[in-house]
């Protein structure tokens, strides 16, 4: 015996089958082509580690301790822990469309009218039930987008986590290097104000001119002015570091005079010629890609919209009416199927699906110049890494033998047997020497941290849940 589906029936169910046919699948990958190999200098100097631990190899311990205080305290953190509570919790709002959803209704209600005997009390509660068949893959696309962006949200605390380490580390770095130059300048100043007062006193006596004089004293003061000016600076430097690592200034300023003046040395960490693989490593462009998988799945969303919806419904329930000592009870049920087709909307699902496909496009555009900036990144970190290296000596060479021609000059001068204008010019040139030398080392250190935060910081998959009670700092 042969079967036939009636022609209304085929007529219906014809569309349905075409459109679930049509549901289209975007691709998620990126277009942006990577480089085979670095192409700046590798630091191959160090051992290949674990860059998550990478802060306790610092040769000092108030770097790592004050970078654990700040990932513990920071609100941009909690903020984040936050985004992926509600991540989550659009999850599982999104994973409940997948079941049915049950409500109890029960009322009671006594009422007298005209012309009645007695008033009367009413009363009933009922079960009511709704399902919808996801036909064309609606809620599996909402499941998936609240997914990733639930794996995002995590992500992105991952991303934040590795910044504030970085910023933690650069500026404690950039505090070091200031007292550093604080004490040149403090000294210069010093040794200004004595050299003013040794001219005066040769003025007095005829042994120099009044306008060598007026040189030392202007000398004096602008020296005091820069060692002015290079406090202040300092003072900003520990505000920030202050804020960042969540410790009062007065408690900080304590601990950090155990190290004055020095700075940081890292160890060094290979870098692979693979960028491919170290930029799989990078949080945010995870992050990224679970934005794109995201964005792929509302365009889902929105295709499904615009097909018929079958929905499954059903109600049981009692109800009872007593008037005047008299009851009547009965029970109540109902089941059925309704079929919902979308006719006319003047464009709207067709508007909302392809502003869903813009921004798949946006999100796919967006994590391609996530991955070209990352290459950026780490080839100008590695490239300032290595001309910091290949400076320093240079700039160490250049600082000393300017100091010796201070030297000499000033030696001559307190003699009788130079000018002031030398000495004062073979002074101005000596702190420059020196204070270039303490950039370029805090230049090579801050390059380092740089490239730490570049190449992922060490994260991995397997990192701990930010909202898991063993998460580690």
């Given at each position: 015996m042969t079967f036939r589906l009636p022609t209304r029936l085929a007529m219906v169910l014809g569309p349905l089958l075409l459109a679930a046919c049509a549901t289209p699948r975007l691709p998620t990958t990126p277009t942006t082509a990577l480089p085979a190999q670095w192409q700046a200098t590798l630091p191959h100097s160090g051992d290949v580690r674990q860059l998550a631990d990478w802060w306790r190899g610092f040769d000092d311990p108030l770097l790592p301790a004050l970078i654990g205080q700040a990932q513990a305290s920071s609100p941009t953190l909690a903020q984040s822990v936050a985004r992926i509570a509600q991540a989550r919790a659009a999850l599982r709002g999104a994973q409940s469309l997948r079941w049915p959803a049950a409500n109890l209704t029960a009322q009671a209600q006594r009422a007298s009218t005209a012309g009645s005997v007695a008033p009367g009390t009413q009363s009933s509660a009922a079960i009511d039930a709704r399902w919808e068949a996801d036909l064309f893959g609606g809620t599996r696309a909402q499941v998936a987008a609240a997914q990733a962006r639930s794996a995002g949200a995590g992500l992105d605390w991952h991303a934040a986590r590795i910044t504030l380490a970085a910023d933690v580390a650069a500026t404690y770095v950039a505090l070091r290097s200031c007292e550093a130059q604080r004490a040149v300048f403090d000294a210069d100043a010093v040794s200004q104000?004595?050299?003013?007062?040794?001219?005066?006193?040769?003025?007095?006596?005829?042994?120099?001119a009044p306008a060598n004089g007026a040189l030392a004293d202007g000398a004096a003061a602008?020296?005091?002015?820069?060692?002015i000016a290079q406090r202040a600076d300092c003072e900003v430097l520990l505000q920030s570091l202050s804020v960042l690592s969540g410790e009062a200034v007065a408690d900080l300023r304590l601990r950090l005079t155990t190290r004055t003046a020095q700075l940081p040395q890292p160890t060094a960490f290979a870098v692979s010629t693979l960028p491919t693989q170290l930029l799989a490593q990078r949080p945010d462009i995870a992050s990224a890609e679970r934005a794109l998988v995201a964005a792929a799945a509302d365009v889902g969303v929105a295709e499904a919209a615009r097909y018929p919806r079958l929905t499954f419904s059903g109600s049981l329930g009692v109800a009872g009416l007593r008037i005047g000592g008299q009851s009547s009870d009965g029970n109540t049920w109902g089941f059925g199927p309704a079929l919902t087709l979308p006719l006319f909307d003047a464009g709207q699902r067709a508007a909302t699906q392809a502003a869903a496909v813009a921004r798949y496009d946006e999100a796919r555009a967006g994590l391609d110049a996530r991955l070209r900036a990352a290459v950026g990144e780490v080839e100008e970190a590695l490239l300032r890494l290595d001309a910091a290296g290949r400076r320093e000596a240079e700039a160490q060479r250049a600082a000393q033998g300017f100091r010796?021609?201070?030297?000499?000059?000033?030696?001559?001068?307190?003699?009788?047997?130079?000018?002031?204008?030398?000495?004062?010019?073979?002074?101005?040139?000596?702190?420059?020497?020196?204070?270039?030398?303490?950039?370029?080392?805090?230049?090579?250190?801050?390059?380092?941290?740089?490239?730490?935060?570049?190449?992922?910081?060490?994260?991995?998959?397997?990192?701990?849940?930010?909202?898991?009670?063993?998460?580690?700092?």
């Open positions: 104000q004595q050299s003013a007062s040794l001219t005066r006193d040769k003025v007095r006596v005829g042994f120099e602008d020296a005091g002015n820069r060692a010796d021609y201070f030297t000499a000059a000033e030696t001559r001068w307190r003699i009788g047997a130079g000018s002031l204008i030398d000495r004062e010019d073979a002074r101005r040139v000596a702190l420059t020497a020196q204070t270039a030398l303490l950039a370029v080392q805090r230049e090579r250190v801050v390059a380092w941290v740089t490239l730490y935060r570049v190449l992922g910081g060490g994260w991995s998959a397997a990192d701990a849940d930010p909202l898991s009670p063993s998460k580690t700092n």
